[in-house]
């Protein structure tokens, strides 16, 4: 499922947002800020998720089929615009393979890649000199930053385009995730991004719900939750963003075998 909206303009600073949220929830009674998102509930453990990442950026191969198609096809829609994106984010999931895939596009002269994991960075950076990257972008400036999408660390209006492929569906606050990128966005920038849809890994979901409800005789969720097509067109209009598209992009993938194809129950989770 991809992604794109624009920032309008007229929005609050970040200082403004973050003071408005605090003053509502202390003049009722509470301590939940819920003009951004609901942080009640952590459906996700961001630091096992680290480690998570941090042991992936070493077994992973240097080119994978999936993430370099669904990376160019997200970055295909640069293409399509004559706006320039000086300044640029790339912000968690398939970070390597997006650095990889930029080539000029967008007019952007400063890319900024961002990623909760250390080790991650460092694959990245080591995969970008095996791969040439240097010699395609030679024009381009490249930042590294250790940080977690939850908590942007960009002031307001710093950036032009945002570009995050398959990173999102781990954030437990979506919301306030798409907030962040907007109030980081300067005024008429992109957010740009992929994420696992709803269907994804349907047919192994039945299975295994089929096969759990006969065994034990009820179930339990398999994966973690994803956003359906209206959900990320509702989500990206909640945090103020303009001119919302969403597509969506199917992908059919073949396993030698079942139990092979169970192991995707444990990355989605």
Same mark, same amino acid.
């Given at each position: 499922?991809?992604?794109?909206?624009?920032?309008?303009?007229?929005?609050?600073?970040?200082?403004?947002?973050?003071?408005?949220?605090?003053?509502?929830?202390?003049?009722?009674?509470?301590?939940?800020?819920?003009?951004?998102?609901?942080?009640?509930?952590?459906?996700?453990?961001?630091?096992?998720?680290?480690?998570?990442?941090?042991?992936?950026?070493?077994?992973?191969?240097?080119?994978?089929?999936?993430?370099?198609?669904?990376?160019?096809?997200?970055?295909?829609?640069?293409?399509?615009?004559?706006?320039?994106?000086?300044?640029?984010?790339?912000?968690?999931?398939?970070?390597?393979?997006?650095?990889? /895939?930029?080539?000029?596009? $967008?007019?952007? +002269?400063? !890319?900024?890649?961002?990623?909760? *994991?250390? @080790?991650? #960075?460092?694959?990245?950076?080591?995969?970008?000199?095996?791969?040439?990257?240097?010699?395609?972008?030679?024009?381009?400036? /490249?930042?590294?930053?250790? $940080?977690?999408? +939850?908590? !942007?660390?960009?002031?307001?209006? *710093?950036? @032009?385009? #945002?570009?995050?492929?398959?990173?999102?569906?781990?954030?437990?606050?979506?919301?306030?995730?798409?907030?962040?990128?907007?109030?980081?966005?300067?005024?008429?920038?992109?957010?740009?991004?992929?994420?696992?849809?709803?269907?994804?890994?349907?047919?192994?979901?039945?299975?295994?719900?089929?096969?759990?409800?006969?065994?034990?005789?009820?179930?339990?969720?398999?994966?973690?939750?994803?956003?359906?097509?209206?959900?990320?067109?509702?989500?990206?209009?909640?945090?103020?963003?303009?001119?919302?598209?969403?597509?969506?992009?199917?992908?059919?993938?073949?396993?030698?075998?079942?139990?092979?194809?169970?192991?995707?129950?444990?990355?989605?989770?």
């Amino acid at each position: 499922m991809i992604a794109a909206a624009r920032r309008g303009s007229g929005v609050v600073t970040r200082i403004e947002e973050f003071a408005r949220r605090f003053l509502v929830a202390f003049s009722s009674g509470g301590d939940r800020l819920d003009e951004v998102g609901d942080r009640n509930v952590d459906i996700f453990d961001r630091s096992l998720k680290r480690k998570h990442r941090d042991r992936a950026a070493w077994l992973k191969g240097t080119r994978d089929p999936l993430l370099d198609l669904v990376t160019e096809n997200l970055l295909d829609r640069l293409d399509d615009c004559t706006h320039k994106f000086p300044v640029a984010l790339n912000l968690g999931g398939a970070v390597d393979h997006v650095k990889r /895939s930029i080539r000029g596009r $967008g007019g952007i +002269e400063r !890319l900024i890649t961002m990623d909760m *994991s250390k @080790d991650m #960075i460092k694959k990245t950076l080591e995969s970008s000199s095996l791969d040439g990257y240097d010699k395609f972008n030679k024009n381009i400036e /490249s930042l590294h930053v250790i $940080g977690d999408e +939850e908590f !942007l660390p960009f002031k307001s209006g *710093s950036l @032009d385009l #945002i570009i995050s492929c398959l990173g999102l569906h781990w954030v437990n606050d979506l919301p306030g995730a798409m907030t962040q990128c907007r109030m980081a966005l300067k005024p008429d920038g992109l957010f740009l991004a992929s994420m696992y849809g709803g269907d994804t890994l349907r047919e192994l979901r039945i299975a295994c719900t089929a096969a759990q409800l006969e065994r034990e005789g009820g179930v339990s969720p398999r994966i973690s939750p994803l956003a359906q097509v209206r959900d990320a067109g509702n989500l990206l209009t909640r945090a103020g963003l303009a001119l919302p598209t969403v597509d969506v992009d199917e992908y059919t993938v073949n396993y030698p075998s079942g139990l092979y194809a169970s192991f995707l129950m444990v990355f989605f989770t």
